[in-house]
């Protein structure tokens, strides 16, 4: 058994503590093989084994699939942003939305087709406002994470995103900031900041703190 594995196997087993009485063992380790394989994609082929993003996307996936099925309680409004790369628009709005709601609002962000990494020139943007965004990386976009959102904001990914019914969706024509010089991004950030203080205000005080 190589290293990689192991460290799959292990995943798989802390998941099935955690979920215990929620998801199968079988359930789990299909999540998490799936989500290995969907990380390895995103860099068009094998990469090392992330132990530490795997973990996160998959218990993230798990809880999400948890949440749309009612076998998890929703305490907070969740919202979804997602853009065609995961690696600038979707990041900076998911990071201004928990940062303006100080926690009070669950955020996801997610790709259609996601990059390896976020854009530096966002993460350098960001950093000046002192929200930090650089431990963060692109997810793909899959559809439990669609399921769990009560608040679905696209951004230039067309129409990618499943829709479902009961659920808010907005579409956001937002600069890409691929590209840009850091006083294009700053612009970007700012008028994004803008827009989610606007969606913000269209929840309940008593949701947002």
């Given amino acids: 058994m190589d290293y990689g594995e192991q460290l799959l196997r292990r995943a798989v087993a802390d998941l099935s503590r955690d979920f215990e ?24 082929g094998p990469i090392n084994f992330a132990r530490a993003r795997v973990d996160w996307f998959a218990r993230d996936r798990l809880r999400a699939l948890a949440q749309a099925e009612g076998h998890l309680e929703k305490r907070q409004p969740e919202v979804l942003f997602v853009c065609v790369h995961n690696a600038g628009r979707s990041q900076i709005a998911a990071a201004l939305t928990h940062a303006l709601s100080r926690g009070a609002v669950g955020v996801r962000s997610a790709g259609s087709v996601p990059e390896l990494d976020i854009n530096p020139v966002v993460v350098q943007a960001m950093s000046e406002i002192g929200v930090d965004i650089s431990q963060e990386f692109p997810k793909p976009l899959t ?55 606007i969606l913000l205000g269209t929840f309940t005080p008593a949701s947002v703190g």
């Fill in 143 to 197: 559809d439990e994470v669609v399921r769990a959102a009560d608040v679905v904001v696209t951004m230039g990914c067309g129409d990618s995103c499943p829709v479902y019914p009961g659920k808010h969706y907005e579409d956001w024509d937002v600069a890409d900031p691929a590209g840009q010089p850091i006083e294009v991004v700053r612009g970007i950030r700012d008028d994004i900041a803008q827009r989610v203080r």
């Fill in 21 to 44: 009485g929620v998801f199968s063992r079988g359930t789990i380790e299909r999540y998490v093989r799936e989500t290995q394989q969907q990380l390895d994609d995103i860099g068009g």
